[in-house]
């Protein structure tokens, strides 16, 4: 019974390439074979023997540095619930093995959690643009979040203190109109913002006797 031969080729240069310096180009035999990030190619070295199988390894090791990188990017303008993450990195025909793998390094970085996120969206829509409870859950399942994470992110919403901060800033564009385009234009506003009839009727005339007041 013969051995199987397995074919190998020898690194003979790493170099960077020129139009991205966090990239390295891979030569084998003398011939370019494929492109690297820096941080895979670290790992390599001259003269250094590779078969098939440990370049295949070497490159899905490159795919998922490249995914993990974009990853990053859309991580760092604000944080993303998993399923956001997902999306974008399927934008980008990013295989599901690797996928999974970038989220696994993500989760052990404490950068991926939908709890943190859920809460981190509640926080910043009650300090920039206060929702009721119904629409905040709207908007985090339109997200991706379920589950504990998203009953856990609004157990503390009170519509009726949330309702009220919008209406008193709304107010003073409208504080001008008379009582009942008053009534009628804030009471749709907060309407828009997912506050029910009932949160928005009793602030309605608190905010316009606090404008007349004002006056």
Same mark, same amino acid.
């Given at each position: ?101 970038? !989220? +696994?390094? @993500?989760? $052990?970085? &404490?950068? #991926?959690? =939908? ?8 926080? *910043?829509? %009650? ?9 905040? !859950? +709207?908007? @985090?399942? $339109?997200? &991706?979040? #379920?589950? =504990? ?8 919403? *009170?519509? %009726? ?12 564009? @409208? ?41």
């Amino acid at each position: 019974m013969h051995g199987c031969f397995i074919l190998k080729m020898k690194i003979t240069a790493l170099k960077l390439q020129a139009r991205n310096k966090s990239r390295v180009n891979v030569y084998l035999d003398g011939r370019f074979a494929f492109g690297l990030a820096k941080i895979e190619a670290a790992r390599l070295r001259l003269g250094q023997e590779l078969d098939e199988a440990a370049i295949a390894r070497v490159k899905k090791a490159d795919e998922v540095a490249q995914a993990y990188e974009r990853a990053l990017k859309l991580l760092a303008t604000r944080p993303r619930s998993e399923a956001e993450v997902r999306r974008r990195l399927s934008e980008h025909e990013v295989a599901e093995p690797v996928m999974e793998e970038v !989220l +696994a390094r @993500l989760r $052990r970085a &404490g950068l #991926a959690d =939908d709890g943190a996120f859920a809460n981190y969206w509640v926080e *910043n829509r %009650a300090a920039f643009r206060p929702r009721s409870r119904r629409a905040l !859950l +709207a908007e @985090l399942k $339109r997200k &991706g979040v #379920a589950g =504990d994470a998203l009953k856990q992110a609004v157990a503390g919403v *009170n519509d %009726a203190e949330a309702a009220y901060q919008v209406a008193a800033q709304r107010a003073r564009r @409208l504080r001008t109109l008379p009582r009942p385009e008053f009534r009628r234009k804030l009471g749709e506003f907060l309407a828009r913002r997912g506050f029910d009839y009932e949160t928005i009727e009793p602030i309605l005339e608190r905010v316009w006797k606090e404008v007349q007041a004002g006056e």
